[in-house]
Nanobody, 125 residues
Framework: QLQLVESGGGLVQPGGSLRLSCAAS???????IGWFRQAPGKEREGVSC????????NYADSVKGRFTISRDSAKTTVYLQMNSLKPEDTAVYYC???????????????????WGQGTQVTVSS
């Protein structure tokens, strides 16, 4: 049984940074892990993804150069380092396990099989 738990969200000022964590259990080392976000009244959108090996990553255009995804050597935790945050980054952030070891582009919800409960990120002065 795949289980994912996000943490690290909070309130930050524009230009600030946050690091989100996704603690994974249940053979998650085999799967690519992605981050999605959903703002009020909007569709859930893909933010970033990292392959099972950690050797391949991709990012939404809106976060390229500001966000960095990584996973630890044990492959049990995936991080999303978010820098230069903007008010439009405000959303609930979810991590999810893909259906296989690789990331597909663009990121779509149907390519992911298990989801965490989400963590709120609010960027406001």
């Amino acid at each position: 049984q795949l289980q994912l738990v996000e943490s690290g969200g909070g309130l930050v000022q524009p230009g600030g940074s946050l690091r989100l964590s996704c603690a994974a259990s249940g053979f998650t080392y085999y799967y690519a892990i992605g981050w999605f976000r959903q703002a009020p009244g909007k569709e859930r959108e893909g933010v970033s993804c990292i392959s099972s090996s950690g050797g391949s990553t991709n990012y939404a255009d809106s976060v390229k150069g500001r966000f960095t995804i990584s996973r630890d050597s044990a492959k049990t935790t995936v991080y999303l380092q978010m820098n230069s945050l903007k008010p439009e980054d405000t959303a609930v952030y979810y991590c999810a396990a893909a259906k296989g070891p690789y990331c597909r582009a663009p990121l779509t919800r149907t390519d992911f099989r298990s989801w965490g409960q989400g963590t709120q990120v609010t960027v406001s002065s």
